[in-house]
């Protein structure tokens, strides 16, 4: 199982904060702009820290508010020492950089920081000095500046600025810098210009640039031990300039077969050049390659002997050359991954669970194209064999889900594959740090997309969890997006069924606060509506019961929620649907059960009390639907509206004494031992009708129900009748004269039925 240890001391304490700034390390300067306290001093250690899940926090957690002011706080390196850190996407802006360049920065990643302009060049230069590391992965914009065009004011107004490609940039001055990462560099950018001032450069990305003439890499043949050409069209001057950089231990010329057509077809005699040259290789990547002549040996061959990684047994002709196994080989999307003989380690593929969780894990920080098909992959297996590195997948797919929170495509297949991931076969191997997790990255994807496909897996998703304990965490947020799904004015009729389903379940079992909370975000009003559409369309489904079932459960003493029902026109639409589904027995359950809430308030009632709602009230009395449920909840309802007193009828018909001689028929006809389709949190609302007298028949029914539930269901009742002090409420009114004998003799069981339970249940240990 998946550890459940908890986080370190040093990242808890850097998340709270982050989410506490003014009441840990600063204080407001003029309401807006946040200040270090100046006694203040933290190491890169802790300054590296706070900014790299800073990031991570805006780009993850939507309850986290991001800070204008954030990056200058370690403007001042006598104060706060910056070294290592990872900045990402819109987050980062030029005068974010700006702010920390007197920093001597040792490792710098900016990946896809698509606001950062020029101006960021010219701080980069401010950290030419100690730069070791340096990644400017998809900063698209980062060799543009602006230009004001001449002319008139009015041509300004219309066109205030233009874009201008920077030339003149190159990397003079960056004199420790060893690992560069230019991936998704713009067109126009002259790469050997900007490169040729560094002079021991070890690890290069050139990820998706396409470049007619590499021979300027072989500056750095006796240095480079690291090249990444993904997704660069190569041909033979390449192939020969590759054959050189003899120091090379990691090479990739893999490519994304789907996104363009590649001219260059990889050869046997191109493998055998790698393999005769670059004798010091470790890692190969020729993922989504086509081969264009038989690089493998006879399967006759293949099959002799077990499987075997070394380079002698090699499926792979060319690599019977390697002197060693290599650590990593990429073949993800080849024809050779499904080989038997792979002289490697660990290997990226689609032939079983180990390539592809390779894959997933090699391509998911950039090349989120590779990654979604990787993915797909795995949620086939996961579909439909037995995944046997479950917690690796799940933490791999709940990374992709967070690296890519806005890419649809991962997002889609993601939430597909946690669907698997987290059903009930591999609960117990799931730590609940785990499981939080993948509740953290579903909710995302819900704020994220609104599209069908991903609200159906995101939904679907969580119906995997114990609800509503698992996802109490996020309480609030999960029933504002479950709400901003069912408010939406064109749903798609099997998000709208999960929707409700969640809905009901999340409202069932909590505490009155959360009821509350969740009433006032527009709970009962979005439950009303999908009834009354239900209604409109004539039809009773699950969505029609759920909505029913979920305004039961969130008008559990709960007032403001029942005065909401009243207020939004609950009853008129309870009526309507009683007459438009007669038959529907569950319906009509927990419509009553709602209105047993509703009497419940003492400060309702009168707004029950007309001669139509008793009316229907007392008729129910009679139902069989749904064994007693229905008969029972009306008889609860006319209890409470019976505990008022006679004053309180305010109505002539019907008249008050016949609906009570049909409450005492209706009870009578109970079968004591029924099982129950209800769930009781507390007996207050019915121990309140036996201390009283003006109303006989209302203490019989909650005299009756409490023998009903202590006596089929013990375990659970009993303990809990005793907690809320019922048994002295029952001895009191066995002394009442104006209680029925029967009553009397039923309370007397309930109590004999709880002191046994007490005595059976007595610790007898010593």
Request: proline share 3%.
């Amino acid at each position: 199982m998946a550890s459940d240890s908890p986080e370190s001391l040093m990242t808890l304490c850097t998340d709270y904060c982050l989410r506490n700034l003014e009441g840990t390390l600063c204080y407001l300067l003029d309401n807006e702009t946040l200040r270090l306290h100046p006694d203040i001093f933290l190491p890169s250690e802790i300054c590296d820290k706070l900014v790299n899940e800073y990031v991570e926090l805006v780009k993850t957690d939507s309850i986290f508010e991001p800070h204008e002011s954030f990056f200058t706080l370690f403007s001042d390196p006598r104060s706060t020492r910056l070294a290592r850190i990872h900045l990402r996407e819109q987050i980062v802006q030029d005068q974010d950089l700006e702010a920390i360049r007197k920093q001597d920065l040792v490792e710098l990643y900016l990946t896809n920081c698509e606001k950062l302009t020029a101006k960021s060049l010219q701080t980069l230069v401010s950290f030419s000095h100690t730069l070791i590391s340096l990644s400017l992965f998809g900063c698209c914009n980062i060799f543009y500046e602006e230009e004001n065009p001449g002319g008139c004011e009015d041509d300004c107004l219309v066109n205030p600025t233009r874009q201008v490609l920077v030339k003149d940039f190159t990397f003079e001055g960056f004199s420790r810098l060893r690992f560069l990462n230019l991936g998704r560099l713009i067109e126009g950018v002259n790469v050997e210009t900007l490169l040729r001032p560094l002079a021991s450069l070890a690890a290069l990305d050139l990820s998706g640039i396409q470049l007619n003439d590499v021979v300027f890499l072989t500056q750095w043949k006796d240095s480079l031990v690291s090249l990444v050409l993904y997704n660069m069209d190569l041909s033979e001057e390449h192939i020969q300039v590759i054959a050189q950089l003899r120091k090379l231990r990691h090479l990739d010329i893999s490519r994304d077969h789907l996104s363009s057509y590649y001219k260059f077809k990889l050869t046997r005699r191109v493998l055998n050049l790698f393999v005769e040259n670059l004798v010091n290789l470790t890692s190969l990547d020729i993922s989504g390659h086509t081969m264009l002549e038989n690089c493998t040996i006879p399967s006759m061959e293949e099959k002799m002997g077990q499987t075997s990684i070394e380079p002698a047994k090699s499926s792979i002709a060319p690599f019977r050359g390697l002197k060693r196994p290599l650590q990593f080989l990429g073949l993800f999307e080849t024809s050779l991954c499904r080989l038997m003989h792979i002289p490697a380690y660990k290997v990226s593929g689609d032939k079983n669970e180990e390539q592809v969780l390779n894959a997933i894990e090699a391509y998911t920080e950039h090349r989120p194209e590779i990654t979604s098909r990787a993915i797909n992959l795995l949620f086939d297996i996961a579909r439909i064999e037995r995944c046997s590195q479950l917690l690796r997948a799940l933490q791999l797919v709940i990374t992709a889900l967070k690296c890519h929170k806005d890419d649809k495509n991962i997002q889609v297949t993601g939430s597909a594959a946690l669907f698997y991931l987290t059903n009930s076969e591999y609960r117990m191997e799931q730590s609940v740090k785990l499981r939080r997790q993948v509740i953290q990255v579903v909710l995302n994807g819900m704020e994220s997309y609104q599209e069908v496909t991903v609200q159906r897996n995101c939904c679907l998703t969580l119906c995997n969890f114990s609800i509503p304990e698992e996802l109490e965490f996020q309480y609030r947020r999960v029933n504002e997006l479950l709400l901003n799904i069912l408010n939406q004015s064109r749903q798609d009729e099997s998000i709208q069924r999960i929707a409700v389903h969640l809905c009901n379940a999340l409202v069932c079992q909590v505490d009155n606060d959360h009821k509350e909370a969740v009433g006032k975000m527009g709970f009962v009003m979005t439950m009303l509506k999908l009834i009354q559409k239900k209604l409109a369309d004539k039809t009773c489904d699950q969505v029609m019961e759920f909505s029913w079932s979920a305004l039961w459960n969130i008008t559990d003493e709960t007032p403001d929620n029942c005065e909401m029902f009243l207020n939004y026109s609950g009853m008129k639409l309870f009526l309507e649907c009683l007459k438009e589904f007669p038959e529907k027995q569950e319906l009509h359950r927990n419509m009553l059960g709602l209105l047993g809430n509703v009497a419940e308030v003492k400060e309702l009632r009168p707004q029950l009390m007309t001669s139509q709602f008793i009316s229907v009230f007392s008729n129910l009395l009679e139902s069989k639907a749904d064994g007693i449920e229905v008969s029972y909840n009306a008889c609860g309802v006319l209890s409470h509206i019976m505990f008022d007193g006679p004053e309180a009828w305010g109505i002539c018909e019907p008249h008050r004494e016949e609906v009570v001689k049909r409450m005492w028929a209706a009870i009578q006809s109970w079968d004591i031992n029924s099982r129950r389709n209800i769930n009781y949190r507390s007996f207050e609302p019915i121990l309140r009708l036996l201390p009283q007298g003006i109303s006989p028949v209302s203490q019989h029914w909650a005299t009756w129900a409490l023998y009903n539930l202590v006596s089929v269901y013990p375990d659970k009742y009993c303990p809990l009748l005793i907690k809320e002090g019922g048994i002295p409420l029952l001895k009191d009114m066995i002394k009442m004269a104006s209680a029925r004998q029967e009553t009397k003799e039923m309370a007397r069981k309930v109590i004999e039925h709880c002191s046994n339970f007490k005595e059976e249940n007595m610790d007898t240990s010593r």
